[in-house]
C-alpha cells in the first residue's frame, strides 16, 4: 500500500460525458501527478500540482483539466470523453520536488463506451 | 528531452542475478537517472535512482558507467514477485522535469 487513494477504482461511462476522478496523496505530501496508461500509448505524464499551484504539464489534452485542493487531494476532470480516452489513470504524490520518489496509487479504471 | 532505451523483454531464472541494461547517451549532466517498476495490474513503484555514483538499497542496486552513458539496474536474487515491467527514466533536476516512461523491458522470472 503506497498511501496514495484513487477514487472511484472503475468508471464506466459514454461518450461525450464528464467525469471526476479523485486523489489523495500520501500525508505530508505536496506534489501531485497524474499519468494516463493505455495500451497503444503506454504511460504517459498529464500534468503535475505543487502546494495547490501548478507545477508541470504533459500530454494533457485541452478537454482534461485538474487541480489541487487545500487539503492537498486532487481532482482530475476528463469532458467531451472520447472513445479514445479509456485508459488507467494513475495519480502519484512526492514529498516535493525532483529528487524524491513517487509514490503510485491504485489508479482508475475508465471505460468510455 | 535525453531519451532512454531498454530491451523490450529480459527473463531470469529465479533466485538468480538479474541485470538490467539501459542507455542513455544523450544524458545531460543535471539528469538523474530513476528506475521504477510496475508489477501487473499495479501502479508504479520506486525502484532505485542515482547521479553518478553506484547506489544500493534494499530491493536493487544500480551501476552508472563512469560516462554516465548507460546503466544498470541489479536484483541480487530474482523471485517470482518481481516479474514486472521496468522502466529506466531520466530527470532533470535543474528543470523540475516529469517523469517521461518510455515502454520498459518486461521482466519474466522462471521458477
Known amino acids: 500500500d503506497s498511501g496514495v487513494t484513487q477514487t472511484p477504482k472503475h468508471l464506466i461511462t459514454a461518450t461525450g460525458q464528464r467525469v471526476t476522478l479523485r486523489c489523495s496523496p500520501r500525508s505530508g505530501d505536496l506534489s501531485v501527478y497524474w499519468y494516463q496508461q493505455s495500451l497503444d500509448q503506454g504511460l504517459q505524464f498529464l500534468i503535475q500540482?505543487?502546494?495547490?499551484?501548478?507545477?508541470a504539464k504533459g500530454n494533457i489534452l485541452e478537454r482534461f483539466s485538474a487541480q489541487q485542493f487545500p487539503d492537498l487531494h486532487s481532482e482530475l476532470n476528463l469532458s467531451s470523453l472520447e472513445l479514445g480516452d479509456s485508459a488507467l489513470y494513475f495519480c502519484?504524490?512526492?514529498?516535493?520536488?525532483?529528487?524524491?520518489?513517487?509514490?503510485f496509487g491504485p489508479g482508475t479504471r475508465l471505460t468510455v463506451t | 528531452d535525453a531519451k532512454t532505451t531498454q530491451p523490450n523483454s529480459m527473463e531470469s531464472n529465479e533466485e538468480e542475478p538479474v541485470h538490467l541494461p539501459c542507455n542513455h547517451s544523450t544524458i545531460s549532466g543535471t539528469d538523474y537517472i530513476h528506475w521504477y517498476r510496475q508489477l501487473p495490474s499495479q501502479g508504479p513503484e520506486y525502484v532505485i535512482h542515482?547521479?553518478?555514483s553506484n547506489v544500493n538499497n534494499r530491493m536493487a542496486s544500480l551501476a552508472i558507467a563512469e560516462d554516465r552513458k548507460s546503466s544498470t539496474l541489479i536484483l541480487h536474487r530474482a523471485t517470482l514477485r518481481d516479474a514486472a515491467v521496468y522502466y529506466c527514466i531520466l530527470r532533470d533536476y535543474a528543470n523540475n522535469n516529469d517523469m517521461r516512461f518510455g515502454a520498459g523491458t518486461r521482466l519474466t522470472v522462471k521458477p
Open positions: 542515482g547521479l553518478t
Open positions: 500540482y505543487y502546494n495547490g499551484e501548478e507545477r
Open positions: 502519484a504524490s512526492s514529498a516535493a520536488g525532483v529528487f524524491d520518489e513517487q509514490y
